[in-house]
DNA sequence: ATGAATGCAAAGCGTTTGCATCTGG
DNA sequence: CCAGATGCAAACGCTTTGCATTCAT
């Protein structure tokens, strides 16, 4: 029932992923400033299906003048440097996952009724996608699998409707 | 006007299809316009993984003063009814599936450079799929798998590269 | 100091909606 | 007839961009 994503230091993977961004970001020759830290650190602390919307929302807790388009901009500059990646539920708005270097992809089972993600990470179908690209003599760079799905919760509002 | 995708009678599935969805449409107390025939009719023949944009173009073809408000209606009924699954590829516009009864859901393999899209269809993947949604005692009601990668064909432009 | 980054507002883009007008059952 | 469908234009929501200002290096 409950899904608990890992009992890690969750402090030291965001630790470990704004180094890795504020090296990368030397090496591009670009700036580390206050807002780009601020967004980057609450993007990878907040480490969900975050919208930009959302982000914004929670960086002005920190940084109360920040605007859509410096969100906006860092969000691609995070995906631009793999970072970040960018998904697509069908709701209109596209959300960002953080990628750490440990678990790399996982994928998503989200429910139609009360649109709860969930994470999951499947070695077999790995291996079979894996298969699938290969003999297609493709070369896989990433995926995207989405399940959509009813969940059993008590507190899902499994709407009959009309 | 030479653009048959393969050698079973297309007319046919796309006659069929029709079928269904006039008497989906007598069923629901919906009427049949001449615009929403053809629009119908040429999302079932193009087959391909549309844009709005796209069917409109097309539809114009037939019936000129055609609005893209019409043609999103229609494009909205026929995902209401079951006849079209929309898809997001990343590329800022959403695509349309037609759902065939034969050929249910089938995935989808996208070239990162040319953007050419291939369809899949792989009976072990599905397998483990629905492994996964029932281990944690879901009910699948569709999913999304799309996997980019690099193809090898020699029209792909962006083929090597250090 | 100087080019990059920011914030604001305005523009873009795909999609939806309000409304007067048509039309099919 | 009359609810439902159409076409147009305007509205919408998310995202991007132009530009003057600010800031990191």
């Known amino acids: 029932m409950s ?5 890690q230091p969750v402090d ?3 630790a470990e992923a ?6 990368r970001l030397q090496e591009e020759g670009l700036k580390s400033t206050r807002q780009r830290d601020i967004i980057a650190e609450r993007f990878f602390v907040l480490d ?12 002005r807790n920190y940084q109360p003048r920040v ?5 906006y901009r860092t969000l691609k500059l995070l995906v631009e440097q793999g970072f970040a990646v960018p998904k697509d539920f ?10 750490h270097n440990q678990d790399p992809q996982h994928d998503h089972l989200i429910c139609v009724d009360c649109r709860k993600i969930m994470e999951f990470n499947d070695p077999e179908l790995n291996e079979r ?28 509002p499994n709407r009959p409707e009309g």
Chains 1, 2 share one sequence.
Do not use: W
Not at 18 to 23: D, G, K, R, S, V
């Open 3 to 7: 899904d608990q994503k890992s009992k």
């Open 12 to 14: 030291d993977r965001v």
């Open 18 to 23: 704004l180094e890795a961004f504020h090296e």
């Open 48 to 59: 969900e299906h975050i919208t930009a919307d959302e982000l914004v929302e929670d960086v």
């Open 67 to 71: 605007g859509y388009a410096t969100v």
């Open 90 to 99: 069908g709701d209109g708005q596209t959300r960002y996952d953080p990628v």
């Open 129 to 156: 996608i894996q298969a699938i690209v290969a003999d297609r003599n493709y070369t896989i760079r990433r995926k995207k699998i989405e399940l959509y799905a009813e969940c059993d919760d008590e507190s899902c």
